[in-house]
DNA sequence: TGATTTTGCTAAAACGTTTTATATAATTGT
DNA sequence: ACAATTATATAAAACGTTTTAGCAAAATCA
């Protein structure tokens, strides 16, 4: 094998210094008064052994590493996947690389991932964070790191977030139930202190509240999806001629209550309507199609990545601007599983 | 805001040097004879302080970056998200990290996604290539990186794959519709070379030819999913008199297929029964349940991650040591959209 | 012409580790 | 008492870049 080569190499076999290399390669040939000639020594050499420059060293030097952490609930759900997808993309023409995990809304593990992160030395974070991780993530901030937060809302956190505009979109699919002729509405939820399934929740209680009717909440600890499914069944039994609809906060909790319904014979709409929370392809395909409050992933993933850019691009002084807290409508895509 | 913390500052707060400080933070203490006084007195302080160690330093000093790359062919397809949440969990408590991208099946995209990979000096790979990229791979482990092979058989290149039993898979699901007396069965596919399509075609193929019946094969041109649908609508209009039943070979297109049958009437299984390759939630959830072959994605998964962390705990010297191969069994999900 | 500016290039430090080779002090052996 | 060994610690090079400060030659100026 050919020796290691290294900018070192090159200025060596060129009879020239590694700082003209250097330069040349990073295209300050002009600012620096590289004169042409050498330039085109330079790059004609560069191009014959397709020299490619390591990274590692460069950004110990530099301290940019070109790389993006992505922290996500589970990567596998469609709606972080779908983000993901998109974020790698535009981040990708940038320049930049995306390394992710989940955090399973752990908030110990989400600490040490970012701990681990900030030993990667990564350049800038997009957290969708579980609660409890609020200090770290102002540290992060004071750190100098861009951080934008994702789908939820942290309090007293002075950062970047982008967000869907959970409380109105839940209060006008409770209103379109109600004007379609509901009254005894069900809202079923994770029982969970974040901030986008309490504003869901909120949307929901203004709307019942603004009518007249009587709220029926039925909150779910977040297990595993047959765990899910079994307690889903027993409210559902016990309350099935009590209720007339029910919107699910998110799409999964949805899935679990189809099965649910569908176990026990419920028709829907007839017996019982639905709304869900997140569109799903499932909710298209499925009979009754399901009517659901989608989220409009490519704009969330888009403003994400966009806001972190263009801190990035930006010099450090600047990054006390003030945070940007972007919120996005949803759309409500009325299918037959709400109708009378 | 203290002085930035590094081995070196350690050493000189401590009075020793950098070297002891190293060495007890790679827990060579005993091999190298530091005494217990001493190493007491590091750890003390480096817990004190907080340290954690510069990786982008020690990546450099060390050539390996604890950094594993993974391609797929798009992140946002359920198949290859779930996989990419169970890789990074194991990655990760080996102390691995994953940097990931949609090749989009683009092999131009994929060649230049591994070059920027080889400048980041990731220590390995775990690739779904698409047709095109087999120089390349090989060219990667020539450079001694280990590179695991997902979901495609790759002819010509010697490096570990991880894939699932198509042919077999394929053959007895259409034995299985034979069994249940259809005989005009349609095998609806990608006309694409990978050689995962080519294999279930193949298994379709030879249970036809077993049974001396008659293939009805239809390649669709990948593109996007209205395109896909329509060339279904257009084909399913022409042939539905003819079919009795129909294998899909993957999810996605089974899917569109769904869709195309739903507009013109046809009724699953009297009109025409249905299989897909590869399962998905929207499958068991459909009227009627979809029959699926299920891939063992937290075996693919595992086996990938494995065979790779495995490579990269061995000496360069073993790297030659013979590529594996490890062809997982699929089962057979026999649900309502293939019985009588 | 002599001073100044511009042009073209480079030496060397720095980023934060790991690791080889080696120095010194303490201990053991004879 | 002197040599050999062992215990403890370190100096310095190396990984491959980027960047600051500066030098010498050429060009411009007055």
Redesign the interface.
């Known amino acids: 094998m050919g020796k290691k080569i290294s900018i070192t190499s090159i200025a060596k076999h060129l009879g020239i210094s590694t700082t003209t290399v250097s330069f040349v390669l990073n295209g300050k040939a002009q600012e620096k008064r590289i004169s042409d000639k050498l330039v085109k020594k330079v790059m004609d050499y560069v191009e014959e052994i397709d020299y490619?420059?390591?990274?590692?060293?460069r950004?110990?030097r530099t301290g940019k590493?070109n790389?993006i952490a992505l922290i996500v609930e589970?990567?596998?759900?469609?709606f972080?996947?779908?983000i993901?997808?998109e974020i790698?993309?535009k981040a990708?023409k940038n320049g930049y690389?995306?390394?992710?995990?989940?955090t399973e809304n752990d908030a110990a593990k989400t600490r040490e991932l970012i701990?681990?992160y900030?030993?990667?030395?990564v350049d800038g974070y997009i957290i969708v964070p579980p609660e409890g991780v609020e200090e770290k993530i102002n540290a992060l901030r004071l750190s100098g790191k861009p951080v934008v937060v994702l789908d939820r809302y942290l309090d007293n956190v002075e950062t970047d977030h982008v967000l869907v505009n959970n409380y109105d979109s839940v209060y006008s699919a409770t209103q379109y139930l109600i004007d379609q002729g509901y009254k005894n509405i069900a809202f079923i939820t994770l029982s969970s202190l974040q901030s986008q399934m309490l504003d869901r929740l909120s949307g929901y209680e203004q709307a019942i509240q603004d009518n007249n009717l009587r709220p029926i909440i039925k909150e779910i600890t977040p297990v595993d999806s047959l765990e899910r499914e079994k307690h889903l069944l027993s409210f559902l039994e016990r309350k099935r001629n009590n209720i007339e609809a029910i919107i699910f906060s998110t799409n999964y909790i949805c899935?679990s209550g189809?099965?649910a319904m569908k176990q026990l014979g419920l028709n829907i709409p007839e017996d019982i309507a639905v709304v869900s929370f997140d569109d799903y392809?499932?909710f298209e395909?499925?009979?009754p199609a399901i009517t659901s409050i989608a989220q409009p992933i490519e704009s969330i993933s888009e403003n994400a990545i966009n806001l972190l850019l263009s801190r990035l691009n930006k010099r450090t002084a600047d990054v006390d601007k003030s945070a940007q807290k972007i919120v996005l409508p949803t759309t409500f895509i009325p299918r037959d599983s709400s109708g009378h």
């Open positions: 490619k420059p390591n990274s590692l060293a950004s110990l590493s790389i589970d990567i596998s759900f469609p972080f996947s779908a993901a997808k790698e993309e990708y690389r995306i390394i992710y995990s989940s701990e681990i900030q030993d990667k030395h899935v189809l099965k392809e499932l395909m499925y009979t």
